[in-house]
């Protein structure tokens, strides 16, 4: 492979081991993000979707291995250098209350300041350009607070965008949020991503990964089970032995991305494959 054709990666983990309270939740875990493109972190409940994404962002320290940044160990860099390069937005987060849009947005800035550096009317303009990006500008003199949770992701969001990085880390930006405000958020990260931006995202439902992300990485146990694009990972196969889940992997009928059509134990066709033997006799 010739050197132009070499595929840098801004961010990976290289036999990574991780753990809480005596426990390893990731046990010599290696993955690279690839620059450019969405890549979505999926696998069952505790398999260490959170725990990989927390560790990429430097919030949690690895007992062995290492967190490689733009080709430097994350442990050993300044946090707000870390900070310039690396935006994230953990689940679930709260603003004080009274908070406005407008001053919570500015936080952003905040990597930016320094004694020698205070705020200026580029930091204004950078804040302007991102109330603006997410939409809610009209929303800038509101409290957070008194915002529907889709304003409020924006809102936030908006906020990781004022870091002015090229890299984004989003932790279930769609928890909470009816499909509706789930599909605009997600919309807004792919304006993100064709923006320039590379984005790494962890999320529970199956197709909205599929249909949002380049790139999967598949967990289970703490491992990676599986990594591409969703037309190469996304099979019955895996869904199985993932997630446990039986279902049909069909073309979807308004994207270019695979579907999964997931099959229970009840109101599905008995004519489906291995429905009528896997009924109960009784």
């Known amino acids: 492979m010739t050197a132009e054709h070499i595929i840098v990666s801004p961010l990976a983990a290289r036999d990574v081991t991780v753990g809480y309270g005596g426990r390893t939740v990731i046990d010599g875990l290696d993955v690279a993000i690839p620059a450019g493109v969405i890549t979505t972190i999926i696998g069952p409940n505790g398999c260490g979707k959170t725990t990989l994404l927390r560790t990429l962002a430097r919030l949690l320290k690895p007992s ?5 940044l ?10 707000r250098d870390v900070a310039k390069k690396l935006g994230l937005l953990p689940q679930a987060p709260v603003a004080p209350e009274g908070l406005t849009v407008a001053d919570l947005v500015a936080k952003g800035r905040h990597p ?6 205070q705020w200026s009317s580029d930091d204004a303009a950078v804040v302007e350009r991102a109330l603006a990006m ?21 809102v936030w969001i908006s906020m990781t965008l004022a870091q002015g990085t090229d890299l984004l880390l989003l932790d279930e930006p769609t928890t909470y949020l009816d499909l509706a405000h789930a599909i605009d958020v997600l919309d807004l990260v792919d304006d993100l991503h064709e923006s320039g931006r590379t984005v790494v995202m962890v999320l529970h439902d199956l197709n909205l990964a599929t249909r949002y992300s380049d790139n999967l990485i598949v967990m289970r146990a703490g491992s990676v089970l599986a990594q ?7 099979t ?11 279902a049909e992997v069909i073309d979807d009928p308004v994207g270019d991305r695979p579907l999964i059509v997931p ?10 494959p291995g429905v009528a033997e896997s009924e109960d006799p009784s």
């Open 64 to 68: 062995n291995g290492t967190v490689v």
């Open 70 to 79: 733009d080709g430097q160990d994350i442990v050993k860099l300044k946090t």
């Open 112 to 117: 930016h300041q320094s004694w020698l550096r």
């Open 134 to 154: 997410t939409g809610v500008s009209d929303l800038a003199d509101r409290p957070v607070d008194a915002l529907s949770g889709g304003q409020r992701q924006r």
């Open 228 to 234: 591409g694009h969703p037309r190469d990972v996304i």
């Open 236 to 246: 019955a196969g895996l869904l199985d032995e993932a997630f446990g889940l039986r």
């Open 263 to 272: 099959i229970g134990r009840t109101h599905v066709r008995s004519d489906l």
